[in-house]
């Protein structure tokens, strides 16, 4: 009744407030460019300080006394539109009007029309208005940065830092503290080991702009800590069609000695067509049951599944990309647009160094080895979506497929489980690795009143993902020269492995009401928001081993890339069978459902105040279904079901000091929740024995949130910002490392410690260089910085292993840093050139917790340094040539220098590459 109550209240003061004012509203759109719709133009009621600018989609409300007035609508290189019209207390009037170049060129409208919602002059003033703490960057800010992926893209906002295979960090907290939406909708990641997709799986072509909120709204997942991270898909307002071809050299990886699993080195495996190939034999079944494959059957899954590796020379990366994307007008109002977008690229990978764990308890290596790791990748990505828009009514469809695969051969030398008198035992692994993400998502916004008064917005999602090593080979012996190996059958030295994790049931669905009154005279309103969003997913995991068991036990001496003829052999011999040794544990299921229901409100108060404050209620549902080892493979599963109810206020606050500068403060209570590798009973057995093992026992975190941000906006084109945030988290997730009870198989799991506090700053300043000098005109600066302390409380009677009671929070680094330096150039009037310099490193981070006596593993900073060069040679055709990781450090991990136990060994690394320097060449023509 309450809620009742306050609804028509609302509802009587904005008829009453509209009795004595009217409603000027309408849509501004380019003439000259097929009537694409104007965002951020501007319209104002001539001789008063009445006026807004236009929202994305070029739509203004203006509430404007009683009586005659003339409306002027401007636009930079556009002519002024005038219109005289009277109105009533009451009464709305549409006025749309289309704008003109007036002197300027076809040409000139065009490219500014093109980009006007994703340039960095809009995104800023959206920056300065928002009421909440969000960052954005849009399609012509990456393209200028040579940006290739979303990954990439976001390592240019404040805080946001790029670790090498483990995804985004923000404020230097790991992928766990993150949550992905795509178009506003919860989406999934397409791996167990990832909280989110990998965003370098997006292409830039696909994408209009990437936000980022770094302080929580009750509108957006109660799971956040680090930050929502929004993709919202390009909505391209004109015509275009563009192809284009891309080549890529990275010193150290191409054009060298490479090897490639035979599988994989054919037409099909450069398309990455091979993973049905690789699959798991029919004959063993869908359940497990000890089958051993009969000569017969081994020899015709064999044709297709070589255990083989060639040694070839790895080319240069190829990518290719095409756009097409077009728009017309249906009746007076409506307009549609539609875009499709294919990319593809290949790329050759190859990671040197040493690769070692520490015995805990003790100061020795358990393993020492030296890794080369041979990586041939493809990743392929298609999108498209149709889009309606009239005054009232928008609807959109999207449907995205991304597609990414990767063969491996990892050969491993050196000494496991201690044995360092033998320092010669080579491990081969021959991976291959696909993973495929089809989302389908419908959108729709209604104004219920022709003022917009009364809207309601929504959409439904349906996400279909895979992921699979559909074959890991392992063979290990001891080495006898470059191309031959000494081995046995038996023990682990010839294994196969199946994993296959599936989320073939993943739905996710918004639903907002949201009713705007009290109207100012600078166009600004409050809103009530109540709404609904929530998810459903399950993710079946399945995963399988087969063992080379010998008939006749016997060593011998093979070539390792040419070894599959002699295990045909044997097999046909009856030396050797391949058995299925499958655990009990094989299959899991994860069910996870989250229904929240929010109240979302936003208040001004008088010209300088704003406040955003809502309410969410979060039910989590996380069910395990899993067996144990010595299960039978037909029990009954076992369950561990956690779920909780959680109240989530928020509240930010804007306060204008001025027209250029605002005040914001930020409080939140939020949770986080694991990665499914960390929660999945699944021991995920890497090829030197060592382990992943989930704990399906672990507790989301609750976590309390704090920001106060001070912004200027000197010009359209400058930012100074510096902030200070807070957090505490209880229960905190986090990766350890746990001794085993003999030497070698060392394994990582995740547990819950007991508290984290951390609190920091940050700094952002983008400059234009013309304040130093007139000679510095044509360049910009930007520079962010996050600096972080963080201390973690460990409950040791709950966690007896761990060394400390107190020490950081694994995943967390105390600074990162990211600057870039621009010049726009041109040679003539068509030939414009933008150089760039990006940067970026962070400091030393928490790989894994340290136990029983080691320190922590800690991750060193990796200082990254790219140039791009992108022209305009014509109007048709651009270029972009980039130099990647131009510093070229060591990639390391290395033990600390605390650890409690006697450390034998004088070089603490364990794990070092480097990654090379890329140098590639882009080039794209528009129709």
């Given at each position: 009744?309450?809620?009742?109550?306050?609804?028509?209240?609302?509802?009587?003061?904005?008829?009453?407030?509209?009795?004595?004012?009217?409603?000027?509203?309408?849509?501004?759109?380019?003439?000259?460019?097929n009537?694409?719709?104007?965002?951020?133009?501007?319209?104002?009621?001539?001789?008063?300080?009445?006026?807004?600018?236009?929202?994305?989609?070029?739509?203004?409300?203006?509430?404007?006394?009683?009586?005659?007035?003339?409306?002027?609508?401007?636009?930079?290189?556009?002519?002024?539109?005038?219109?005289?019209?009277?109105?009533?207390?009451?009464?709305?009037?549409?006025?749309?009007?289309?704008?003109?170049?007036?002197a300027?060129?076809?040409?000139?409208?065009?490219?500014?029309?093109?980009?006007?919602?994703?340039?960095?002059?809009?995104?800023?003033?959206?920056?300065?208005?928002?009421?909440?703490?969000?960052?954005?960057?849009?399609?012509?800010e990456?393209?200028?940065?040579?940006?290739?992926?979303?990954?990439?893209?976001?390592?240019?906002?404040?805080?946001?830092?790029?670790?090498?295979?483990?995804?985004?960090?923000?404020?230097?907290?790991?992928?766990?503290?993150?949550?992905?939406?795509?178009?506003?909708?919860?989406?999934?990641?397409?791996?167990?080991?990832?909280k989110?997709?990998?965003?370098?799986?997006?292409?830039?072509?696909?994408?209009?702009?990437?936000?980022?909120?770094?302080?929580?709204?009750?509108?957006?997942p109660?799971?956040?800590?680090?930050?929502?991270?929004?993709?919202?898909?390009?909505?391209?307002?004109?015509?275009?069609?563009?192809?284009?071809?891309?080549f890529?050299?990275?010193?150290?990886n191409?054009?060298?000695?490479?090897?490639?699993?035979?599988?994989?080195?054919?037409?099909?495996?450069?398309?990455?067509?091979?993973?049905?190939?690789?699959?798991?034999?029919?004959?063993?079944?869908?359940?497990?049951?000890?089958?051993?494959?009969?000569?017969?059957?081994?020899?015709?899954?064999?044709?297709?599944?070589?255990?083989?590796?060639?040694?070839?020379?790895?080319?240069?990366?190829?990518?290719?990309?095409?756009?097409?994307?077009?728009?017309?007008?249906?009746?007076?109002?409506?307009?549609?647009?539609?875009?499709?977008?294919?990319?593809?690229?290949?790329?050759?990978?190859?990671?040197?160094?040493?690769?070692?764990?520490?015995?805990?308890?003790?100061?020795?290596?358990?393993?020492?080895?030296?890794?080369?790791?041979?990586?041939?990748?493809?990743?392929?990505?298609?999108?498209?979506?149709?889009?309606?828009?009239?005054?009232?009514?928008?609807?959109?469809?999207?449907?995205?497929?991304?597609?990414?695969?990767?063969?491996?051969?990892?050969?491993?030398?050196?000494?496991?489980?201690?044995?360092?008198?033998?320092?010669?035992?080579?491990?081969?692994?021959?991976?291959?690795?696909?993973?495929?993400?089809?989302?389908?998502?419908?959108?729709?916004?209604?104004?219920?009143?022709?003022?917009?008064?009364?809207?309601?917005?929504?959409?439904?999602?349906?996400?279909?993902?895979?992921?699979?090593?559909?074959?890991?080979?392992?063979?290990?012996?001891?080495?006898?020269?470059?191309?031959?190996i000494?081995?046995?059958?038996?023990?682990?030295?010839?294994?196969?492995?199946?994993?296959?994790?599936?989320?073939?049931?993943?739905?996710?669905?918004?639903?907002?009401?949201?009713?705007?009154?009290?109207?100012?005279?600078?166009?600004?309103?409050?809103?009530?928001?109540?709404g609904?969003?929530?998810?459903?997913?399950?993710e079946?995991?399945?995963?399988?081993?087969v063992?080379?068991?010998?008939?006749?036990?016997?060593?011998?001496?093979?070539?390792?890339?040419?070894?599959?003829?002699?295990?045909?052999?044997?097999?046909a011999?009856?030396l050797?069978?391949?058995?299925?040794?499958?655990?009990?544990?094989?299959?899991?299921?994860?069910?996870?459902?989250?229904?929240a229901?929010?109240?979302?409100?936003?208040?001004?108060?008088?010209?300088?105040?704003?406040?955003?404050?809502?309410?969410?209620?979060?039910?989590?549902?996380?069910?395990?279904?899993?067996?144990?080892?010595?299960?039978?493979?037909s029990?009954?599963?076992?369950?561990?079901?956690?779920?909780?109810?959680?109240?989530?206020?928020?509240?930010?606050?804007?306060?204008?000091?001025?027209?250029?500068?605002?005040?914001?403060?930020?409080?939140?209570?939020?949770?986080?929740?694991?990665?499914?590798?960390?929660?999945?009973?699944?021991?995920?057995?890497?090829?030197?024995?060592?382990?992943?093992?989930?704990?399906?026992?672990?507790?989301?975190?609750?976590?309390?949130?704090?920001?106060?941000?001070?912004?200027?906006?000197?010009?359209?084109?400058?930012?100074?910002?510096?902030?200070?945030?807070?957090?505490?988290?209880?229960?905190?997730?986090e990766?350890?490392?746990?001794?085993?009870?003999?030497?070698?198989?060392?394994?990582?799991?995740?547990?819950?410690?007991?508290?984290?506090?951390?609190?920091?700053?940050?700094?952002?300043?983008?400059?234009?260089?013309?304040?130093?000098?007139?000679?510095?005109?044509?360049?910009?600066?930007?520079?962010?910085t996050?600096?972080?302390?963080?201390?973690?409380?460990?409950?040791?009677?709950?966690?007896?292993?761990?060394?400390?009671?107190?020490?950081?929070?694994?995943?967390?680094a105390?600074?990162?840093?990211?600057?870039d330096?621009?010049?726009d150039?041109?040679?003539?009037?068509?030939?414009?050139?933008?150089?760039?310099?990006?940067?970026?490193v962070?400091?030393?981070?928490?790989?894994?917790?340290?136990?029983?006596?080691?320190?922590?593993?800690?991750?060193?900073?990796?200082?990254?340094?790219?140039?791009?060069?992108?022209?305009?040679?014509?109007?048709?055709?651009?270029?972009?040539?980039?130099?990647?990781?131009?510093?070229?450090?060591?990639?390391?991990?290395?033990?600390?220098?605390?650890?409690?136990?006697?450390?034998?060994?004088?070089?603490?690394?364990?794990?070092?590459?480097?990654?090379?320097?890329?140098?590639?060449?882009?080039?794209?023509?528009?129709?």
């Amino acid at each position: 009744m309450k809620i009742q109550f306050l609804f028509a209240a609302l509802f009587l003061i904005s008829v009453s407030f509209a009795q004595e004012k009217g409603t000027v509203t309408g849509t501004l759109t380019d003439k000259e460019a097929n009537n694409a719709t104007l965002p951020f133009a501007n319209a104002v009621i001539k001789g008063t300080t009445l006026g807004v600018t236009t929202d994305a989609d070029g739509n203004y409300t203006i509430a404007v006394p009683a009586g005659t007035h003339t409306i002027v609508f401007s636009f930079l290189g556009y002519e002024n539109v005038e219109e005289t019209f009277t109105i009533a207390g009451g009464e709305t009037r549409t006025i749309n009007k289309a704008l003109g170049s007036g002197a300027y060129t076809l040409q000139d409208v065009q490219i500014q029309a093109a980009v006007t919602r994703e340039k960095e002059t809009a995104l800023l003033l959206e920056q300065k208005k928002a009421v909440e703490i969000k960052q954005s960057i849009g399609a012509q800010e990456m393209s200028r940065k040579g940006v290739s992926d979303v990954e990439e893209g976001l390592t240019k906002i404040t805080g946001i830092a790029k670790v090498e295979s483990r995804g985004l960090f923000v404020r230097g907290l790991e992928d766990r503290y993150n949550n992905l939406l795509i178009n506003d909708l919860q989406a999934p990641s397409n791996s167990p080991f990832k909280k989110i997709i990998p965003l370098d799986l997006f292409p830039t072509d696909i994408v209009g702009v990437l936000s980022v909120y770094k302080t929580f709204n009750p509108n957006i997942p109660g799971d956040f800590a680090g930050a929502t991270i929004n993709v919202e898909t390009a909505q391209p307002r004109t015509s275009i069609t563009k192809l284009g071809v891309g080549f890529g050299f990275t010193t150290a990886n191409n054009g060298e000695d490479f090897l490639i699993s035979e599988d994989a080195n054919n037409t099909q495996g450069f398309l990455g067509l091979v993973g049905k190939d690789r699959e798991l034999p029919y004959y063993y079944g869908g359940r497990p049951s000890g089958k051993v494959a009969t000569p017969d059957q081994y020899a015709e899954s064999s044709k297709q599944n070589s255990w083989n590796v060639d040694r070839t020379s790895s080319p240069i990366n190829s990518s290719i990309t095409m756009l097409h994307a077009e728009k017309f007008n249906i009746g007076d109002t409506g307009k549609i647009n539609y875009i499709v977008s294919i990319n593809g690229d290949n790329n050759y990978q190859i990671r040197k160094g040493v690769d070692r764990t520490f015995n805990q308890g003790q100061g020795n290596y358990d393993n020492n080895l030296s890794t080369s790791k041979y990586s041939y990748n493809t990743s392929f990505s298609g999108l498209a979506g149709i889009r309606y828009k009239s005054n009232r009514l928008g609807l959109a469809v999207n449907s995205f497929f991304l597609r990414s695969t990767s063969s491996i051969i990892q050969d491993q030398l050196g000494y496991t489980n201690s044995l360092s008198n033998n320092p010669n035992i080579l491990i081969r692994a021959n991976q291959f690795e696909e993973s495929e993400y089809w989302n389908n998502q419908l959108l729709a916004d209604y104004a219920i009143t022709e003022n917009g008064k009364h809207s309601v917005k929504g959409g439904i999602a349906y996400v279909k993902t895979s992921f699979g090593q559909p074959d890991r080979k392992f063979i290990t012996g001891e080495k006898i020269n470059d191309t031959e190996i000494n081995t046995t059958y038996g023990g682990n030295n010839l294994i196969r492995q199946f994993l296959d994790v599936s989320g073939d049931r993943y739905f996710s669905s918004m639903l907002e009401y949201s009713l705007k009154f009290n109207e100012k005279a600078n166009g600004k309103s409050n809103k009530i928001a109540i709404g609904y969003n929530g998810f459903n997913n399950e993710e079946v995991s399945s995963y399988r081993f087969v063992f080379g068991k010998p008939l006749v036990s016997t060593s011998y001496v093979a070539s390792l890339n040419d070894i599959d003829d002699r295990i045909n052999q044997d097999v046909a011999s009856g030396l050797l069978r391949f058995t299925e040794e499958s655990t009990g544990d094989y299959k899991s299921k994860l069910l996870q459902t989250v229904n929240a229901g929010y109240l979302n409100a936003f208040f001004n108060f008088g010209e300088k105040w704003e406040i955003n404050a809502g309410l969410r209620a979060e039910n989590s549902l996380r069910e395990i279904k899993y067996r144990q080892i010595s299960d039978d493979f037909s029990a009954k599963y076992r369950k561990i079901e956690k779920e909780k109810l959680d109240i989530l206020p928020s509240v930010n606050v804007k306060y204008a000091l001025n027209d250029i500068s605002n005040i914001r403060l930020a409080g939140s209570k939020t949770i986080t929740k694991p990665v499914s590798i960390e929660v999945m009973p699944i021991q995920y057995v890497n090829p030197d024995g060592t382990v992943e093992l989930g704990n399906p026992n672990l507790d989301n975190s609750d976590n309390l949130n704090l920001d106060v941000k001070y912004e200027i906006f000197p010009t359209n084109k400058e930012l100074i910002a510096v902030g200070v945030f807070g957090k505490q988290i209880d229960n905190p997730i986090e990766r350890v490392f746990i001794p085993t009870a003999s030497s070698g198989g060392q394994i990582t799991t995740y547990q819950n410690s007991q508290k984290a506090t951390l609190y920091g700053a940050e700094f952002e300043l983008l400059l234009q260089l013309s304040r130093i000098a007139p000679a510095f005109d044509a360049f910009s600066f930007g520079f962010n910085t996050s600096l972080m302390q963080t201390e973690v409380e460990v409950d040791l009677v709950t966690n007896p292993l761990e060394n400390n009671a107190k020490r950081d929070l694994q995943g967390a680094a105390n600074w990162v840093v990211n600057a870039d330096i621009k010049y726009d150039f041109q040679f003539n009037e068509e030939m414009k050139n933008t150089i760039s310099f990006v940067y970026g490193v962070s400091g030393d981070r928490i790989y894994a917790v340290g136990t029983a006596g080691l320190d922590n593993i800690y991750e060193k900073p990796f200082h990254k340094l790219d140039f791009v060069w992108s022209s305009k040679l014509s109007q048709n055709i651009d270029l972009k040539l980039a130099v990647d990781n131009i510093l070229n450090p060591t990639f390391k991990r290395e033990l600390g220098k605390d650890s409690k136990v006697n450390i034998t060994e004088s070089d603490l690394t364990v794990r070092t590459f480097k990654r090379g320097t890329g140098f590639s060449l882009n080039i794209n023509y528009t129709f």
